[in-house]
């Protein structure tokens, strides 16, 4: 651990784009950070009357929280008649006695948030450790029409559906009703000694599509255990089925990057792993050129804001049903300019940390939930070890686009 906080401390030192002179003096800490998000992926027949109890798992605490709610893919105005924070209790949708606040707008208690548009609260006094589970009910009065939500949360949220004045409740004897998704919320930033933030930028790998539910087992989770001494924010902008080139589940990744990543608050690092979609969507996406363009543009504008960026190489996937050798070749041309193309601040090797010595077109069975192209929880935690590897590097201008992979079992 020891190892990993003087990393990050050289992280803070020289977080500047590779084309500007290396900072001389550690820059202040951000005022505010993302501690969590979810980028919308789309929307869902919305909840009218409800209250709606979120639970989202923190990446590093402070003293003051504000929530991020959105209604961006929305067609009409949404009303939010009321929306509180909490500690959660160890498990459930009870609230710790004492920490439920109402979250207010410019001292307004409920809001009406435009369609294409998202809303932030005021701050919340409330101080939060790391790796705390929040509950962020919204309460909408009225059907208001689709509602944007992230679909795979692989995490249980609740809703009582007699919603009228329970969004204040610190019991959650209403909340009867279990869900998977997110409605509304997208993000909470901390107030205090958080040092930054990396967004992780992605599909379904990112997402945590093949972990255990409820055991926040994504890749950027461990990533944010791994940085916790560090107090570095880790931010998950995965939505399974999202493209870099082409629209899939939710805009694709040009689109969606400034709102899901670039403008979050505090950022420094952007970790990219984004493209087997496309590789093996309808219609196939074989122009390799398309996809250096597409990394080439995304890292410009993450540069142009002082971010730095990490591309991670996509990972096999023989034996999912979408698999041809035709597509295999195209995700070894595009993992080749991800390696030497001289885009990324640094490359994090997942599909060397992930693929099958005796196959390398398949990923190692110890790392495959089953469906041959997702993650199970050891294949998240070597790819948060790879992407932690790859923070060493991004921090050394001579080292730039070195190889880091992980460890990985023989």
Do not use: C
């Amino acid at each position: 651990m020891a190892g990993v906080r003087r990393v990050l401390a050289v992280l803070l030192l020289t977080m500047v784009p590779a084309t500007a002179a290396p900072a001389v003096a550690e820059p202040a800490a951000p005022p505010w950070t993302g501690s969590w998000e979810t980028a919308p992926s789309g929307t869902t027949a919305a909840l009218p009357g409800a209250a709606i109890r979120n639970v989202v798992h923190l990446s590093v605490g402070g003293t003051a929280v504000r929530i991020q709610l959105s209604n961006r893919f929305g067609t009409a105005p949404l009303h939010l008649g009321a929306v509180t924070v909490a500690l959660r209790r160890a498990a459930g949708p009870g609230a710790v006695p004492g920490t439920l606040h109402t979250a207010t707008f410019h001292g307004a208690t409920a809001v009406t948030v435009p369609p294409g548009q998202d809303a932030v609260t005021d701050p919340v006094p409330l101080s939060v450790p790391a790796a705390a589970d929040l509950l962020v009910t919204v309460y909408t009065p009225g059907d208001d029409g689709p509602a944007t939500y992230h679909q795979t949360a692989l995490q249980t949220s609740y809703v009582a559906q007699a919603g009228a004045g329970r969004a204040a409740d610190e019991s959650g004897a209403a909340y009867t009703t279990v869900i998977g998704r997110w409605y509304y919320v997208t993000g909470v930033d901390v107030l205090g000694s958080a040092t930054g933030g990396i967004v992780a930028f992605g599909d379904s790998l990112t997402d945590g599509n093949g972990s255990t539910p409820d055991a926040n087992h994504r890749w950027p989770d461990r990533l944010a255990e791994q940085l916790r001494a560090a107090r570095l924010g880790v931010l998950n902008a995965g939505v399974s089925g999202n493209r870099l080139l082409h629209d899939g589940t939710g805009p694709n990744a040009l689109a969606r990057l400034d709102a899901d990543a670039l403008d979050r608050a505090g950022v420094r690092v952007l970790v990219v792993l984004e493209g087997i979609n496309d590789i093996k969507g309808t219609p196939t996406a074989d122009d390799v050129t398309a996809y250096a363009d597409a990394y080439r543009t995304l890292v410009a504008r993450a540069h142009a804001r002082g971010i730095r960026v990490i591309g991670v190489t996509l990972t096999p996937f023989r034996g999912f049903p979408a698999y041809t050798d035709a597509r295999e070749a195209v995700r070894q041309r595009v993992n080749a300019f991800i390696r030497t193309g001289g885009t990324f601040d640094a490359i994090a090797d997942a599909d060397a940390t992930l693929s099958d010595p005796a196959d390398p077109t398949r990923l190692r069975p110890g790392y495959d939930p089953g469906d041959h192209l997702h993650f199970n929880d050891a294949g998240m935690a070597a790819v948060a070890d790879t992407v932690r590897r790859a923070l060493g590097v991004v921090v050394r201008p001579s080292a730039r686009r070195v190889l880091v992979t992980a460890e990985t079992p023989s």
